[in-house]
């Protein structure tokens, strides 16, 4: 099972800043301008994610054209040259991602943190923190790879995010709040700090009351669906952001919105951050359609790796769904 630096990966001017977290060590702090990654440790590493995303995003053809990689359509991007084993791990955790390009660059992916048994949070909501810092790090990891992240109503009323890319290297995607009702305040960090466009999907009742709050260029109307229970169909929203460029999309919760993106069938991927303390009657994490055969289960291909004391899930979930 790979071990994950947790190192933040870095431009030139970020290095790591050990800070002690059990037996392990993490690195999310920014450093004086002097400092720089190795050559081919975590750091050198997350900036070759950044560029190839960069490279995506200005629609260039997938290669490594001056970068220590192969590309093969078939296989993908491959590392060139002499890696630690931290980088060559946060390479194949990535890697799916990373190969997404051209054509096959519409793509969804989710990220859950919870315990042992399942949960986010404790019955009174303190959610402060159930995974390691390392699972942070690696969130703000996944923003800068995307192109929008995406949460809904409760995680932005409870947590008010910045859904920014602090912890990482990399550019703030846009943020997209799934927000049926218009719950969330207008005051939200989301909506007022200027660090990032953010879009607002919502029910077309209140389509003009969130145009009159953030302009219309910024909202998304579309109805709920009679057939999935009054939820909103996911779907239309995947539809409405890759219409306006946003390609690889990134669920970051909260708990029921990542649940809905799985049994509506929207989500390619799925990170699943297990940590290891048991909450007892918290707020559930993800909840799937119920199985009435083993047979008839949802049983994704998984791979593993650590990230400190918590062990990350990566589900391929459109192949289970295949």
């Not at 070759?48 to 990689?69: Q, T």
């Not at 389509?207 to 910024?218: I, K, M, P, S, T």
Request: with cysteine; charged share 20%.
């Amino acid at each position: 099972m790979p071990l994950l630096a947790c190192a933040s990966a870095s431009a030139p001017r970020w290095a790591p800043i050990a800070a002690s977290f059990g037996d392990r060590h993490l690195s999310a702090l920014p450093l004086p301008p002097h400092a720089s990654p190795s050559a081919h440790g975590v750091g050198a590493l997350w900036l070759l994610c950044v560029e190839i995303a960069a490279r995506r995003r200005r629609g260039e053809r997938a290669g490594g054209d001056g970068l220590p990689l192969a590309w093969s359509a078939a296989t993908g991007y491959a590392l060139e040259g002499a890696w630690d084993a931290e980088s060559q791990a946060l390479f194949s955790l990535f890697k799916p991602l990373l190969d997404r390009q051209g054509g096959d660059a519409r793509w969804v992916v989710g990220q859950l943190g919870q315990s042992l048994d399942g949960c986010i949070a404790t019955h009174n909501g303190d959610s402060f923190f159930v995974n390691g810092p390392e699972g942070l790090v690696h969130v703000h990891r996944l923003r800068a790879l995307c192109d929008a992240v995406i949460v809904g109503a409760g995680t932005a009323c409870l947590d008010n995010p910045q859904l920014t890319t602090r912890r990482a290297a990399g550019p703030n995607p846009t943020r997209v709040v799934i927000d049926p009702d218009l719950r969330v305040p207008a005051g939200a960090r989301v909506f007022t700090d200027g660090q990032a466009p953010t879009l607002l999907v919502c029910d077309p009742e209140h389509a003009q009351r969130a145009a009159a709050r953030l302009g219309g260029d910024r909202v998304i109307a579309i109805a709920r669906s009679s057939a999935l229970q009054g939820q909103m169909p996911l779907g239309e929203v995947v539809a409405a952001l890759h219409a306006r460029g946003l390609d690889l999309l990134f669920v970051e919760g909260g708990g029921v919105t990542v649940s809905q993106f799985v049994r509506q069938g929207c989500l390619d991927r799925l990170h699943l951050l297990v940590a290891p303390v048991m909450i007892g009657a918290g707020h559930p994490g993800l909840q799937v359609r119920r199985a009435d055969a083993m047979r008839e289960a949802l049983r994704p291909p998984a791979r593993t790796f650590a990230l400190g004391t918590d062990l990350l899930w990566d589900l391929d979930l459109r192949a289970a769904l295949a």
